[in-house]
């Protein structure tokens, strides 16, 4: 059973840090590009950053770029987003997600393998 954890979630005040965490199991990590997705109230869900599958390669959304980073732990089975300088509009509920195929987002989105996913406030 393909299981996709998020954890790391939380109220920070603008301009603070948090590393958001992905735990996965029920497939071959390693052979899976992985992403970060974000939903705000009442938008889309939309692609903040996803990682290759060995980690050599990662891209961004412009509202990411040189704020968030993406990394992937295939020993254990876990990807991690470090998200720095936060702000309010940061504020979504995020999601990891998984696919077999490629970096873009018409991939993640063409995936079952996504999880339920961790609520991130950015608020004073």
């Known amino acids: 059973q393909v299981q996709l954890v998020e954890s790391g979630g939380g109220l920070v005040q603008p301009g603070g840090s948090l590393r958001l965490s992905c735990a996965a199991s029920?497939?071959?990590?390693?052979?899976?590009?992985m992403g970060w997705f974000r939903q705000a109230p009442g938008k889309e869900r939309e692609f903040a950053a996803c990682?290759?599958?060995?980690?050599?390669?990662?891209y961004y959304a412009d509202s990411a770029k040189g704020r968030f980073t993406i990394s992937r732990d295939n020993a254990k089975n876990t990807v991690y987003l470090q998200m720095n300088s936060l702000k309010p509009e940061d504020t979504a509920v995020y999601y990891c997600?998984?696919?077999?195929w490629g970096a873009g987002s018409a991939n993640f989105k063409s995936s079952d393998y996504w999880g339920q996913g961790t609520q991130v406030t950015v608020s004073s």
């Open positions: 997600a998984a696919n077999p």
């Open positions: 029920g497939f071959t990590f390693s052979s899976y590009y």
């Open positions: 990682i290759n599958r060995g980690g050599s390669n990662t």
